[in-house]
């Protein structure tokens, strides 16, 4: 099992960051990092270091060409093999305007405004996912094509830093043990951008491999620029600034999970003049 974690290591002032893999890949955000100000946004301490090296794992992100089209492994069984753009991930979507993600959480929406201009296949991945038009691989094995994202949790949860989630694992309370190791069955080519990782910036989890993005995503509490074209940044909160607060504020136990399950009920794609 592959896990993806950012550890920090406080010396002094300075914190620094470390990403874990174990056997699989899994999708999971940076910890705080060095050549940061100790006033800066709080970032865990040094005793919560070995939960996070042994916490979770990220997917990653494409950085290349703007295709559009999602690159995966090949030979795993892919229905697709490997091809999802944007043009299939936006078929039949109603409405116009920018694209915007609609999270409805156990503590309320967020409205995330997605860079589709910046990170097209990360984009095109997320929007096939939430919406269930791209196929993906569930925890049995089988493809399937139903929403990924309905069901799940923030399963990782660092105030001052990030929320996690993604995982299509934590769908089910019995497999704890493996949260922050799940993905899709493919992996998704980074597309790292000048868009800075600042509170409410949403971006795609990973590994030690660039390319290693698959469903995980975490959204900034705080404003970790360390991350800046290290992961894969493709959306802002637009609205919710509150929910965030909420759900990065809540209690947690080692390895940062929630006292309390704070569940994704549901992800809709939908055009920003449609967000009411």
Not at 78 to 86: H, N, Q, R, V, Y
Request: charged share 20%; net charge neutral.
């Amino acid at each position: 099992m592959t896990r993806f974690a950012f550890t920090p290591a406080a010396l002094g002032a300075v914190v620094t960051i470390s990403c874990l893999a174990s056997c699989r890949m899994n999708d999971a955000p940076p910890e705080p990092e060095p050549k940061r100000p100790a006033a800066a946004t709080p970032v865990p301490s040094a005793a919560q270091g070995a939960e996070l090296n042994a916490a979770l794992g990220g997917g990653s992100a494409a950085g290349g060409a703007a295709t559009g089209a999602a690159a995966h492994d090949k030979g795993n069984g892919d229905p697709l093999d490997g091809s999802f753009t944007m043009a299939d991930a936006t078929k039949n979507l109603p409405g116009t305007g920018p694209l915007t993600a609609a999270i409805e959480t156990s503590q309320g929406n967020l409205s995330c405004r997605l860079f589709d201009d910046k990170a097209p296949l990360t984009v095109a991945n997320f929007i096939g996912l939430a919406q269930g038009t791209r196929p993906w691989r569930d925890p049995t094995g089988k493809w399937v094509s139903r929403p990924a994202y309905d069901g799940t949790i923030f399963h990782r949860v660092i105030k001052g830093f990030m929320i996690q989630g993604g995982d299509p694992l934590t769908k089910d309370p019995s497999q704890e043990g493996r949260w922050g190791t799940g993905d899709p069955g493919y992996k998704v080519k980074a597309e790292f951008n000048e868009r800075s990782h600042k509170r409410g910036v949403i971006s795609m989890a990973r590994s030690q491999d660039p390319d290693s993005a698959g469903s995980q995503f975490f959204i900034c509490h705080g404003n970790p620029s360390f991350l800046d074209r290290q992961y894969t940044a493709f959306g802002k909160l637009i609205k919710g600034d509150d929910v965030l607060e909420k759900i990065a504020t809540t209690p947690t136990h080692p390895p940062d999970r929630p006292d309390t399950r704070q569940g994704v009920e549901s992800i809709k794609i939908v055009a920003a003049d449609s967000v009411k």
